[in-house]
């Protein structure tokens, strides 16, 4: 069986139109958060470590490093969880430009906030973390 080559097509459209609502209203992204069923949570998170983790290796980890002489997990983390929450736009712009990926990322931007919120809701409301991906809720 042939795996489909990642694009940020690859994300569904419900992702990205839900980035969109956080980038211009987070509290309006808040709201729909709070509305989304458990399957939607979940296809939410999955789909956003999906698309962060297409950063976390050459050729983007190469720009990076070769800007910066000490890159932590946590930081990596960070860049990678920001072009996400910039939208579908700017991810294709970065996942086909691997050379305007950033090296630094304001760690108090909002934008960082967008997976904490998923994670938040579906702890408060199912009392238990997001289970590990199963492709049960895709």
Same mark, same amino acid.
């Given at each position: 069986?042939?795996? *489909?080559?990642?694009?940020?097509?690859?994300?569904?459209? #419900?992702?990205?139109?839900?980035?969109?609502?956080?980038?211009?209203?987070?509290?309006?992204?808040?709201?729909?958060?709070?509305?989304?069923?458990?399957?939607?949570?979940?296809?939410?998170?999955?789909?956003?470590?999906?698309?962060?983790?297409?950063? *976390?290796? /050459?050729?983007?980890?190469?720009?990076?490093?070769? !800007?910066?002489?000490?890159?932590? #997990? /946590?930081?990596?983390?960070?860049?990678?969880?920001?072009?996400?929450?910039?939208? *579908?736009?700017?991810?294709?712009? !970065?996942?086909?430009?691997?050379?305007?990926?950033?090296?630094?990322?304001?760690?108090? /931007?909002?934008?960082?906030?967008?997976?904490? #919120? !998923?994670?938040?809701?579906? *702890?408060?409301?199912?009392?238990?973390?997001?289970?590990?991906?199963?492709?049960?809720?895709?």
């Amino acid at each position: 069986m042939k795996v *489909k080559e990642f694009t940020p097509d690859s994300i569904s459209d #419900e992702f990205w139109d839900a980035i969109a609502v956080a980038k211009q209203d987070y509290e309006r992204f808040r709201t729909l958060v709070k509305e989304m069923n458990r399957g939607a949570l979940i296809r939410f998170y999955w789909n956003y470590e999906e698309a962060a983790a297409q950063f *976390k290796a /050459d050729p983007y980890l190469s720009v990076v490093t070769s !800007v910066r002489a000490v890159l932590s #997990e /946590d930081t990596l983390d960070d860049i990678c969880n920001w072009i996400v929450a910039q939208g *579908k736009e700017y991810y294709a712009e !970065v996942f086909y430009n691997p050379h305007l990926m950033p090296s630094t990322v304001n760690a108090h /931007d909002p934008a960082l906030r967008v997976l904490s #919120e !998923v994670v938040k809701e579906h *702890k408060t409301r199912y009392a238990k973390p997001i289970p590990y991906r199963d492709d049960s809720f895709v």
